[in-house]
Nanobody
Framework: QVQLVESGGGLVQAGGSLRLSCAAS????????IAWFRQAPGKEREFVGR????????FYAESVKGRFAISRDNAKNTVYLQMNSLKPEDTAVYYC??????????????WGQGTQVTVSS
C-alpha cells in the first residue's frame, strides 16, 4: 500500500517556475514508477511525465519536454516535478501516481489528491 500527497501548487505568472512534491508512505516506494498527470477543467486527464523506480529513466510528454523535469529521492520517499517556463495552458490540477513505468493512467494503482497549478498570463 502506498499513500501519496502532493504539495507545491499555487499561482504563478507565465514564464515562472514551480516545484511540486509528491511524498509517499511505504517501505517499497523505490519499487514503483511514479508519473505525473494533470487535468484542466473540462479536459481529459493528460500524462505529463514519469520516472522509473531507481530514478535512472524519465520520459515526458511533448507538451512539457524541455520545460519540466522529474526527479526522485528514494531516501526521502519523494518525487519532484520541476516546472519552468510555465504557460497559461499548464494550468491544471496535477496528480502523482505510483505503479508501473507507463504512460497509461490505468497502470497506476495509487494516486494523490492533486494540487492546483494556475498560470496567469
Amino acid at each position: 500500500q502506498v499513500q501519496l500527497v502532493e504539495s507545491g501548487g499555487g499561482l504563478v505568472q507565465a514564464g515562472g517556475s514551480l516545484r511540486l512534491s509528491c511524498a509517499a508512505s511505504g517501505r517499497t516506494f523505490r519499487s514503483y514508477g511514479i508519473a505525473w498527470f494533470r487535468q484542466a477543467p473540462g479536459k481529459e486527464r493528460e500524462f505529463v511525465g514519469r520516472i522509473s523506480g531507481s530514478g535512472a529513466y524519465t520520459f515526458y510528454a511533448e507538451s512539457v519536454k524541455g520545460r519540466f523535469a522529474i526527479s526522485r529521492d528514494n531516501a526521502k520517499n519523494t518525487v519532484y516535478l520541476q516546472m519552468n517556463s510555465l504557460k497559461p495552458e499548464d494550468t491544471a490540477v496535477y496528480y502523482c501516481a505510483a505503479g508501473a513505468y507507463s504512460d497509461n493512467a490505468n497502470s497506476y494503482d495509487y494516486w494523490g489528491q492533486g494540487t492546483q497549478v494556475t498560470v496567469s498570463s
